[in-house]
């Protein structure tokens, strides 16, 4: 089987995600730590605002606006860290669709090398 160049620069982008993976996944596990951690930041920072606003008896609707922004943010994040750590722990050892297929690749050039020779 003949590759095109096209081909040939998508394989050799496969190749180099599977390198890059091995510091790549202490990278992902590190942003879901801070991720996490962000997000019980945030959510101590939402509960001390809230206390402060209730022994004021601050309701208007800068507080509402400001409760809302903080939970989101609080919740984004907790959510991308454990997508993190989800990521990192399926993928630890490389993503397996791309190392068969890298494989198969291998593979079949060495069969085209033996009926070329």
Request: contains cysteine; aromatic residues 14%.
């Amino acid at each position: 089987m003949e590759f095109t160049s096209q081909e040939m620069k998508l394989i050799g982008r496969l190749r180099k995600q599977d390198r890059q993976w091995i510091w790549a996944r202490w990278l992902v596990l590190l942003m879901g730590v801070f991720s996490t951690v962000a997000s019980a930041v945030m959510g101590y920072f939402l509960h001390s605002l809230l206390s402060e606003w209730e022994q004021q008896g601050l309701h208007t609707s800068t507080t509402v606006f400001l409760t809302i922004l903080i939970w989101t943010k609080c919740c984004f994040y907790l959510g991308f860290g454990f997508w993190c750590f989800v990521t990192a722990i399926v993928k630890w050892h490389g993503d397996v669709n791309r190392m068969l297929l890298l494989r198969l690749l291998d593979a079949q050039q060495e069969v085209n090398k033996e009926h070329v020779a």
